[in-house]
Every structure is written in structure tokens, then in C-alpha cells.
């Protein structure tokens, strides 16, 4: 069997949240121990929607790497690197961008939601053509194996569709790679919206000090139809079963039935939630610290990633150039 190759990125618009670590950062701390791993910061592509606040990347680019190390991404097993310090990634989002169709992009149901408001004026080449880039940063590295939340699947889709054609196209050098979708479905907001969002303000983020777990706790939404603790409750709308299930999965179902017979108070609910969070937090906290205490170990860190996968970069692009022809005058 193949050893598998990890990937994933994160775009550096803000710090990370539970969201983020049920949807893939407790997955990809799990595959760090069994595969070769990558993760990266997306600098290039927090740029496709900040491209006029640059300060803001550049503001959150530690926080994402104390945010890896402190969920337990260990450096001796991940490689960590910089997007936009991998030029080679956007040399390969050039020649991928000369097969694909517009069409294709219009299609991707992240570009269609963004751009239903907005007439082409308002839609951006790079915004459009970030699945494009996205194929590109899983290709030039030959990951096979992707950890992400559902929402991301599209763009794992086009990816494997892009990495097909270029082999088609010139000669079998790409990989294509594997969507390996996280059990927990997409976390919600503790407003209950659909989406845990740092543009929604319902987030936890994971360097929430226990006075914010409790407060954001506290603050969260329930099923309104429990006004008592004997109103029956409806589990699948409240975010805090939600969590339960995503955090305490074990827990969830005895949970569930006290909720739905009037037998658990969502005051309990909330207890349970906010002492399982605080477990989880806590050696991250920990973590955070000792790192946080050392920023050269950290810039080392990161560099030291960047640099092994420029290598691996390298010797990718030569392999795509020549099955391309590229390889002009010697
Ligand atoms: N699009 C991903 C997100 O918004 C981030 C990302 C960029 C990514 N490139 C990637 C994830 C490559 C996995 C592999 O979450």
C-alpha cells in the first residue's frame, strides 16, 4: 500500500476556532502519527478576500501557528510552511488555469454563493480561481490524502478533476488526491446559525481562557421551546447538543433522551459542555504557553518546514515542466 501524504491549509484571516478543530484540526493531530503531514498557512489565499487589509494576515499569521502547535500538531511529525513563500505553488496555478473552464469555476457552489449578489464586476479573477490555486497547493506537493469539512468537498472535487486532466493532458507526474471528510458535521454558532463564523461572532476560539468558555457558554442559544426544564426539548436545533455531540459523542445520547423528556436542564446541558471544552482547552492552553514563550523555536519552526517543502516544490515543478515541454533551450 502507498503511504499516504497529509495536507491541509488554513487561510490566515483570524485565529482558529472549535469549528476549525472539529472539522479537521483534531483529524489532521490524529494522521500526524500514522503519515507524513503538511499544513500550511494560506497567506496567498486570505488574500482573495483581504487583499485590501493585508495587516490582517499578517496580524494572525502566529496566532494560526501557536493555534497548530497548541492543538497538538507536533513539528518532528507536521511540516509547517508559508503559501507565499512557495513560489512554485503559484507557477503551477498558472498552468492549471490554462485548462480550466470558467464554467467550471462558476459552478463551484462556494463561488456561486459568493458571487450571487454581486455582478462580475464585483467577482475577482483571484477569487474565482482560487479552487484553482487550492488544486495547485494539493498537487505540487502529491498529497494524497486531504482532511477537511464538508463544505470543502467541491474544492476537493475540482482538485482531483484538475490533477486528472494534467495527466491526461502531458504525463501522469500529479497525484491525485483524497477528500478525507471529518466525522463531525460543520459546527455551529453558539447563536445556533449554521456556521461557527468569526464574521457571525459565535465562535470559541481555542485560546479561550475558562472565563470565556463559561460566559460564551452561558451566552449560547437553546431550543426556545424549553422554557422549563420539563418542556420537552428538540435536540437536533440547539448548538449545545451539538457540541455534546461533536465533543462528548459518547455522552450524546443519554443527553438527547433527557433532553427530549423534560429531564435534563439545559442549565446541565451547559454545565456538562462547558467542562468538557475546558478539558479539551486547557493543554492547549499549556501548549500555547511554552510556545508563546519561545519565538525563535516557533519562526524555526516555521522556516525550517518552508524550506523542506521548497525542496520537495522543486523537484515537483521540474517533473511538471518537462511532462509539459517546458524544459526549453536545456
Ligand atoms: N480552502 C480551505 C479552507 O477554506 C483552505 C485550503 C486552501 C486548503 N488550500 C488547501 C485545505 C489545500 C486543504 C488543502 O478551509
Known amino acids: 500500500m502507498m503511504q ?13 476556532h472549535l469549528g476549525h478543530y472539529a ?20 497567506d496567498v489565499q486570505a488574500l482573495t478576500t483581504h487583499f485590501d487589509r493585508p495587516e490582517v494576515i499578517r496580524d494572525h499569521a502566529r496566532d494560526i501557528v501557536l493555534d497548530y502547535l497548541a492543538a497538538g500538531l507536533k513539528p518532528e511529525k507536521t511540516t509547517i510552511y508559508v503559501q507565499s513563500l512557495i513560489p512554485e505553488i503559484a507557477e503551477l496555478t498558472m498552468y492549471f488555469s490554462m485548462f480550466v473552464t470558467v464554467n467550471m469555476l462558476r459552478h463551484n ?16 479573477y483571484g477569487f474565482l480561481g482560487y479552487p484553482v490555486s487550492q488544486a495547485a497547493d494539493i498537487a505540487f506537493c502529491k498529497a494524497t490524502l486531504v482532511p477537511v469539512g464538508e463544505d470543502q468537498l467541491p474544492h476537493l472535487e475540482l482538485a482531483r478533476k484538475i490533477v486528472r486532466r494534467f495527466n491526461e493532458l502531458y504525463r501522469p507526474v500529479l497525484v491525485e488526491p483524497k477528500a478525507l471528510v471529518s466525522e463531525t458535521p460543520r459546527l455551529i454558532g ?72 423534560g429531564t435534563i436542564s439545559c442549565t446541565a446541558c451547559k454545565e456538562r459542555i462547558t467542562a ?15 510556545y508563546t514563550e519561545r519565538q525563535q523555536l516557533v519562526n524555526d519552526i516555521v522556516m ?4 523542506r517543502t521548497r525542496s520537495l516544490a522543486r523537484e515537483t515543478m521540474l517533473e511538471v515542466r518537462e511532462a509539459m515541454s517546458l524544459n526549453l533551450f536545456g
Open 4 to 16: 499516504e501524504r497529509v495536507l491541509t491549509g488554513d487561510r490566515v484571516t483570524g485565529k482558529l
Open 109 to 124: 457552489p462556494t463561488v456561486k454563493a459568493e458571487s450571487k449578489n454581486s455582478s462580475l464586476d464585483e467577482l475577482y
Open 276 to 290: 468538557a471544552l475546558e478539558q479539551l482547552i486547557s493543554p492547549m492552553r499549556e501548549r500555547r504557553a511554552y
Open 23 to 42: 472539522g479537521s484540526l483534531k483529524n489532521r493531530v490524529a494522521l500526524q502519527e500514522q503519515y507524513e503531514s503538511f499544513v500550511f498557512l494560506a
Open 190 to 261: 453558539t447563536d445556533g446559525s449554521a456556521k461557527m463564523s468569526k464574521s457571525l461572532g459565535n465562535t470559541i476560539t481555542l485560546d479561550a481562557s475558562a472565563e470565556e468558555i463559561v460566559f460564551k457558554i452561558r451566552k449560547a442559544k437553546t431550543d426556545p421551546a424549553r422554557i422549563r426544564k420539563h418542556d420537552p426539548g428538540h435536540p437536533e436545533i440547539c448548538p449545545i447538543y451539538a457540541y455534546h455531540q461533536a465533543f462528548i459523542s459518547a455522552e450524546a445520547p443519554e443527553i438527547r433522551e433527557g433532553c427530549e423528556r
Open 304 to 307: 525550517d518546514g518552508t524550506q
